[in-house]
């Protein structure tokens, strides 16, 4: 199985700074990356597949890129609904999974 | 509007069963495969299992393969996960997930439930 590396595993921050979460892959896995989001207690949302393509209704301060095994997912601006886990996912075969998550706190 | 409702969580004690039910509606059901992810306390996702649009197909996570079993109704749009031989390290939020195509060699789940809890524990 491939496995997923995030850092860092949590982050503080304020309103309005720009942040920056890593996930790295053990193999390459060709741009076949998701980010989401879960908020406290609620479900996760998908936010960026394709390692930077951003789903439909989802803020365009949200950002992603990378390649081969090394990928990243910005936050320009950080708002306060912000405040969350994000997880990244490959999809590039089968089992998909996950990063461990990175929490970003408030500061 | 996409909606997926879990059902079926509980408290049920180790070597036991419990049977989760998925109720999807806001889009073509046959049209895409649903997975199952889990949550244990305070940690990270991990996929379950999957099943195609049809039914057909199935896959399943090695650390469920042989006591879990995913099915699906496409006559009431409901998914259901049956579990067996249920361990501790069983506790989890368990979601269901819709996938982005109808295979269970799908790339993302874009929409969720909200989750059903199984704590397994005597």
């Known amino acids: 199985d491939i496995q997923m590396t995030q850092s860092p595993s949590s982050l503080s921050a304020s309103v309005g700074d720009r942040v920056t979460i890593t996930c790295r892959a053990s193999q390459g896995i060709s741009n076949t990356l998701a980010w989401y989001q879960q908020r406290p207690g609620k479900a996760p949302k998908l936010l960026l597949y394709a390692a930077s393509r951003l789903q439909s209704g989802v803020p365009s301060r949200f950002s992603g890129t990378g390649s081969g095994t090394n990928y990243t997912l910005t936050i320009s601006s950080l708002q306060p609904e912000d405040f969350a886990t994000y997880y990244c996912?490959?999809?590039?075969?089968?089992?998909?999974?996950f990063g461990q998550g990175t929490k970003v706190e408030v500061k | 509007e996409v909606q997926l409702v879990e059902s079926g969580g509980g408290l049920v004690q180790p070597g036991g069963s419990l049977r989760l039910s998925c109720a999807a509606s806001g889009f073509t059901f046959t049209t895409y495969a649903i997975s199952w992810v889990r949550q244990a306390p305070g940690k990270g996702l991990e996929w379950v299992s999957a099943?195609?649009?049809?039914?057909?197909?199935?896959r399943y996570a090695d650390s469920v393969k042989g006591r879990i079993t995913v099915s699906r109704d496409n006559s009431k749009n409901t998914v259901f996960l049956q579990m067996n031989s249920l361990r501790a390290d069983d506790t989890a939020v368990y979601y269901c997930?819709?996938?982005?195509?109808?295979?269970?060699?799908?790339?993302?789940?874009?929409?969720w439930g909200q989750g059903t809890l199984v704590t397994v524990s005597s």
């Open positions: 099943i195609s649009g049809s039914g057909d197909h199935t």
């Open positions: 997930a819709k996938e982005d195509c109808p295979s269970t060699s799908c790339s993302l789940f874009d929409n």
């Open positions: 996912q490959h999809y590039y075969n089968t089992p998909r999974t």
